[in-house]
């Protein structure tokens, strides 16, 4: 008994193991810190090749290469390039600093790395096995590194065990590499899961290219860029359109400094900065890099990077908030109809074939680019190896299928989360013409449609009492009078929550009951509602009196409000924070208050509407995210009518 | 089916039967109207909604008896064109009904007549006689108050309050409250007997009251009905209990004042145009013997008014929205109004100098939420560039 007890030292290859649980957890830890290192070594080009579910990971890159005499401290834990003093650490311009990477996948994963650096005559290769010394000899090698992980979690039984699918564990790959992709448009990857090439984009990159070429190609119409900055830091990216918002916040790539990062307030920022413009349970998507003084973050807070800390948060979130908020409010998001096919596999082919040129061509095409990658093959360095040549005619079919597989889960979204978007493509104006239109532009290109000749589109009538028909101009305007209402009354709303307001006391007020778990929510919410104009009192039990309406809404449906603020914050459970319960509360009260679909409305009324919603800077949605208008241009209409053959 | 009418005398009929008609209803059948020649001089006109049903007589030649329905738009929107001195043949041919007018002939769709619903025939409870002349009047004083919407469904009609000859029709949209009597005539005059009448019917009955004749009421626990002349209105009544109207409203005043009600509704009708969507109240401030009007927004700048007035209480500053303030004034009869108030927060009475006959309880807007001190600013600075 006495002996299970004592303390001992632990023996280096245990020490590894443990430590590698913190640093390699799953086959996409292994891509990261690979890739991450070819990264920092300088790489143009870099080629992840996956096989036996992931476990055997290859990454190459044309990058400086380690010297041979380095190689054998590859391994050594804490064994590092990248920084040698820790005030290095508030200085990081590199992935890497830790020195944990290679040593913790040597420990859990057989590991050959064969390389050789810029400008030397001879390569080097190292084999390890998890448990020995690692062998290390001069081997003839492309510039840079290659190196192959085989048998991951081989002496790990209890991970092997844990680990997801094969799928799963490849799409955390692809979303891995892609994050790296994304904020490194210079380099090109590849990524090829037993030989299919799935990821592929050619280095040199302008961003937003690379930026569609990850996201899709509909995505292209979409991205709005972002720029801010204040005190040192900097925003650049892209924030899309409402129409292309997705159901979960994996599509907000955030990095810092260049670094992909997780950040929850980050994320909750941009979510405000679309409050409004996004339906219920749609999140945005947008591509942020934050560029600030590297003493300003702390990267060094969690063993894989993912999360950082920031000096001064508040500061960059306010920059953040702001540089999308403005990119939204200068965009035109004024949805037209198209009615012509969506584009065809023609198209898209085009765009395929030129995405996966360079790759064949890249050495005439692009002779910066040190080494061929052409000639690459996945043979073994020692053993020689079977896998073959990447060809051309397969990388394009492989894409295309990867292509039209996004495309047919992306139907399947728009259609299962909104009938607005699937039928006839909604898509917003403005950003076909140049690929990043200035918020100016746009703006003035919606203006003059909206505004020909300087007047405002007249209504023609109504529609099955729901939509506003007008003209404006040589273009026809449709109009959802109850979305369109319901926008401007949620503009006012929030503009006067911040102030003050007028209240019509009710001389019958309103009784309404509500759920019984529903009573505290309520009761925290009386300020809330105070301020915008509702008076609440609890009057015992399940029941509330509404005592007083916002002035300027005497006819809201108070009761409907109640509820629908009820539903929701029943909805949102715990996570119903506050603030997003307030800004639901002004949608309720907008939707509440607004013309009703199937309202009949005097020209008057309608001339009215239509003014205001042209004047609103932001009135393109409803407050749930549905568009307000949909503009037919004259052009459409000819094309429709065979007028003009397009 | 063949019944010849005179045309201006169809085109009455018709008018008053296809106003009741519902095009949008899910029953397409309720978008028709009935014509029926059972008597050889009289024909009716039937249209029904989901509560209101009319029911005209026309005078007609009934040359061959039947039914028969056609569509209510289509129908008047046609005999309506037709020469107003002539006479109208219309008969059945088939699954089609044409409607002949000297050498102008229209054809329309028919629907089935035996799927015309029913008239609900009505077994009074309580019936009484009023001059249209009377009703009109207690119209136009409360049927603006009557919401087109609201939660509360009793609140979607007036409440008729009957004791023993004196009629009360009460509307309410919860923020303004009107009230108006007037005395009926009746054989067995009920002590206490309440309903509600829908607002549907109230505005068809407002478009086709007279000046002169009466009109025949009836209510059951259920119906109520009014015939005006040849027109007969049959509804069923709002169910539920209206609000206790009585304790909304103040029986004592702090304060009285007197205005000329002619200036003062000009001087509302003016301030409206400083007012926007967000602020739609008025200020009346009474000081010595003057009302000063006020009105301020941030899109349409600040407006200032001063009339003369009689203050009883003291001064007084109190907000109202300026809708509510126009359409009372533009129903309060006689040229001098009252404005009972006790607090700039309690509910206030607006009534004519001499009539009893006629009030609005109106709550009163609260402007921001300042102190009392507070609240003298910005008006004290108005009243400094008037």
């Known amino acids: 008994m006495l002996q299970e007890h004592m303390i001992r030292i632990l023996p280096a290859s245990l020490v590894n193991k443990i430590a590698a649980g913190e640093v390699i957890v799953r086959p996409a830890s292994v891509v990261k810190e690979l890739v991450e290192n070819a990264v920092d070594a300088g790489a143009q080009r870099i080629v992840i090749d996956l096989a036996n579910s992931c476990r055997d990971i290859r990454v190459r890159d044309d990058g400086c290469g380690i010297a041979r005499e380095d190689l054998p401290k590859a391994l050594l834990r804490h064994a590092t390039s990248k920084i040698e003093r820790f005030e290095d650490l508030w200085q990081l311009r590199t992935r890497g600093f830790r020195g944990e990477a290679l040593a913790s996948i040597a420990a859990v994963a057989r590991l050959t790395i064969l390389t050789r650096q810029r400008g030397e005559l001879a390569g080097a290769r190292l084999q390890s096995e998890p448990g020995q010394e690692p062998i290390v000899e001069a081997a003839g090698a492309p510039e840079g590194t290659d190196v192959w992980v085989r048998d991951l979690f081989f002496n790990t039984p209890v991970r092997l065990k844990f680990l997801k699918s094969p799928a799963s564990e490849l799409q955390l790959i692809l979303y891995m590499v892609t994050r790296q992709a994304l904020i490194r448009p210079d380099i090109g990857f590849v990524v090829a899961n037993e030989r299919d090439t799935l990821l592929e984009v050619p280095p040199q990159q302008p961003w937003r290219d690379r930026a569609v070429a990850l996201l899709g190609m509909e995505a292209d119409q979409h991205l709005l860029s972002v720029e801010g900055h204040r005190q040192g830091i900097h925003v650049r990216g892209f924030a899309a359109a409402p129409a292309f918002s997705r159901k979960d916040r994996r599509f907000q790539y955030f990095f810092v400094n260049g670094r992909p990062i997780t950040h929850r307030m980050l994320s909750n920022v941009v979510q405000q900065a679309y409050k409004g413009l996004l339906m219920t349970q749609r999140f945005a998507v947008v591509i942020l890099n934050i560029e600030l003084p590297p003493q300003e973050v702390d990267v060094n807070v969690h063993p894989t990077k993912e999360e950082v800390r920031f000096r001064n948060e508040a500061m960059v979130l306010g920059v953040v908030h702001r540089a999308v908020q403005e990119s939204l409010a200068g965009a035109n998001l004024l949805p037209t109809i198209s009615l012509s096919s969506p584009p065809g596999p023609e198209g898209r082919q085009d765009e395929l074939i030129s995405a996966s040129h360079w790759f064949a061509h890249s050495t005439g095409a692009r002779p910066t680019v040190p080494g061929d990658f052409t000639q690459w093959t996945m043979q073994t360095p020692s053993a020689g190896g079977t896998p073959g040549e990447h060809e051309l005619s397969r990388l394009v079919a492989a894409q295309r299928e990867f292509d039209l597989a996004q495309q047919a889960q992306r139907n399947q979204e728009s259609c299962l989360n909104t009938s607005v978007e699937s039928p006839c493509s909604v898509h917003p104006l403005g950003q076909q013409a140049s690929p990043e239109p200035s918020p100016t532009t746009a703006q003035a290109e919606a203006q003059a449609l909206l505004l020909s000749g300087g007047e405002y589109p007249e209504p023609l009538g109504q529609v099955a009492d729901c939509y506003i028909v007008a003209r404006a101009g040589e273009n026809l305007l449709l109009i959802d009078q109850h979305a369109a209402h319901e926008r401007l009354l949620y503009m006012q709303l929030r503009e006067r929550a911040q102030e003050k307001v007028n209240t019509q006391p009710l001389l019958l007020p309103v009784t309404v009951d509500v759920p019984v778990e529903a009573v505290p929510t309520i009761q925290a919410l009386t300020r809330e509602f105070t301020a915008l104009g509702l008076h609440v009192e609890h009057f015992g039990g399940t029941t509330f009196v509404v005592q007083s309406v916002p002035a300027d809404l005497p006819s809201i449906d108070v009761g409907g409000v109640l509820m629908d603020v009820v539903d929701d914050s029943l909805a949102l459970g715990k996570e119903g924070d506050l603030d997003s319960l307030r800004d639901r509360i002004l949608t309720r009260m907008a939707c509440r208050g607004a013309i009703k679909s199937g309202q009949k409305l005097s020209l008057d009324e309608m001339r009215q509407l239509v003014r205001d919603i042209v004047d609103s800077r932001m009135g393109f949605t409803c407050p749930h995210g549905r568009p307000t208008m949909i503009l037919l241009t004259r052009a459409q209409l000819d094309r429709q009518f065979k007028r003009v053959v397009s | ?386």
């Open chain 2, 1 to 386: 089916m063949r019944i010849q009418f005179k045309v201006a005398e169809l085109v009455r009929g018709a008018e008053v039967a296809q106003s009741v008609a519902n095009p949008q209803s899910t029953m397409p059948i309720l978008a028709q109207i009935l014509i029926k020649g059972d008597h050889n001089n009289l024909a009716s006109l039937t249209a029904m909604d989901y509560d209101v049903r009319v029911r005209v007589e026309v005078p007609a030649e009934v040359e061959t008896k039947g039914q028969i329905t056609v569509p209510a738009r289509t129908f008047y929107d046609f005999v309506r064109e037709l020469p107003s001195d002539s006479d109208v043949v219309i008969e059945t041919k088939g699954e089609k009904v044409t409607v002949t007018c000297r050498d102008i002939r229209g054809e329309m769709a028919t629907m089935p007549a035996e799927d015309f619903p029913i008239w609900p025939e009505m077994e009074p409870k309580l019936e009484f006689d009023m001059a249209q002349k009377d009703l009109q009047e207690v119209l136009d004083r409360v049927l603006f108050t009557v919401p087109v919407r609201d939660m509360r469904k009793t609140l979607l009609g007036a409440l008729f309050e009957i004791r023993k000859t004196q009629l009360t029709v009460v509307g309410t949209d919860g923020k303004i409250l009107a009230c108006a009597r007037q005395t009926i005539s009746s054989e067995k005059p009920p002590k206490e007997f309440n309903a509600i009448v829908p607002r549907k019917l109230l505005e068809e009955l407002d478009r086709n009251l007279n000046d002169e004749g009466l009109v025949s009421v009836a209510f059951n626990d259920k119906q109520v009905s009014f015939r005006l002349g040849n027109i007969l209105y049959l509804s069923n009544q709002v169910e539920g209990n209206y609000p206790d109207y009585n304790q909304v409203i103040p029986k004592q005043f702090a304060r009285k004042f007197h205005i000329q009600k002619p200036p003062l509704l000009a001087a509302i009708r003016r301030a409206a145009i400083f007012t926007d969507q967000r602020q739609n109240s008025v200020m009346l401030e009474f000081r010595g013997d003057k009302v000063a009007i006020l009105a301020d927004s941030y899109d349409r700048g600040r407006f200032y008014e001063e009339l003369p007035a009689v203050v009883e209480g003291g001064d007084f500053r109190v907000a109202f929205n300026y809708k509510f303030l126009q359409d009372v004034l533009k129903s309060l009869p006689h040229e001098e109004v009252l404005l009972q108030a006790n607090q700039p927060m309690t509910p206030a009475i607006w009534r004519s100098e001499s009539a009893e006959d006629c009030f609005y309880v109106v709550m009163p807007v609260r402007i921001q939420e300042r102190t009392e001190v507070e609240e003298q600013q910005p008006y004290d600075e108005s009243e400094g560039e008037a």
